[in-house]
């Protein structure tokens, strides 16, 4: 399967400071997109970038992806207790037609 | 949780016998998916279906089966023959297989 990889595995930041967080894969992709998951729960989407888009941005998230290192970042700006969750990249490529997932990133936000 | 439900939310069984798994969706999507995650670990697919009374094997479909015959129902059964069931598993759909996924909230079955 081709999917990506976050780094770091874990993540804590104390409130109001910034998050970040990696994702790097190996196959050319049409998409990369970043979803989040509470403890126990489903995955909500964040942001969908296509393979030829460099930035984009959704309230307090901006994620990046340069296609030349083959990464993505995903940034959390002014964090809040509520942004505590795992945060997983998946790349979606026409190798395969399907999305796969990395093994994500655990933020934990201390008050 | 975006239009999809699972049910149940939790599901014990005992080893042997097998279970199904309840995906419905009312968003319209044409792809349905089934995942497995273990702990700590990122989501495999098991079954995804882009028509109905289509479906294509995921990566890890041994042991596991699934219908599709109807554009909301997707449910999935694990059958005695999966030699590591318990796990949390998600539903998903999507408009089309290149787009966003919206998920269910999970069921997590334990296998004794």
């Known amino acids: 399967s081709q999917q990506g990889e976050e780094d770091p595995q874990a993540l804590s930041i104390q409130e109001g400071e910034n998050a970040t967080m990696n994702c790097s894969y190996k196959?050319?992709?049409?998409?990369l997109q970043w979803y989040r998951q509470n403890s126990g729960r489903g995955l909500v989407h964040l942001i969908l970038?296509?393979?030829?888009?460099r930035e984009k941005h959704s309230g307090r998230l901006r994620v990046t992806l340069d296609t030349s290192k083959k990464s993505s970042s995903l940034l959390i700006t002014a964090s809040r207790a509520a942004d505590t969750a795992s945060y997983f990249c998946a790349i979606y490529s026409s190798n395969d037609y399907k999305l796969s997932f990395g093994a994500g990133t655990t933020v934990t936000v201390r008050a | 949780d975006g239009g999809i439900t699972q049910s149940p939310k939790y599901l014990f069984r005992k080893e042997g016998q097998n279970v199904t798994l309840s995906c419905e969706q009312n968003?319209?999507?044409?792809?349905m998916y089934w995942y497995r995650q273990d702990p700590g670990q990122g989501l495999r697919l098991i079954y995804y279906s882009q028509i109905v009374n289509d479906f294509q094997k995921g990566d890890i479909a041994e042991g596991y089966s699934v219908s599709r015959e109807k554009k909301e129902s997707f449910p999935l059964t694990v059958t005695s023959a999966q030699k590591n069931p318990t796990a949390f598993y998600l539903c998903?759909?999507?408009?089309?297989?290149?787009?966003?996924?919206?998920f269910g909230p999970g069921t997590r079955l334990t296998v004794t």
């Open positions: 998903a759909s999507s408009r089309d297989r290149e787009l966003r996924q919206y």
């Open positions: 970038i296509r393979s030829n888009e």
């Open positions: 196959t050319s992709i049409n998409n």
């Open positions: 968003l319209n999507h044409d792809a």
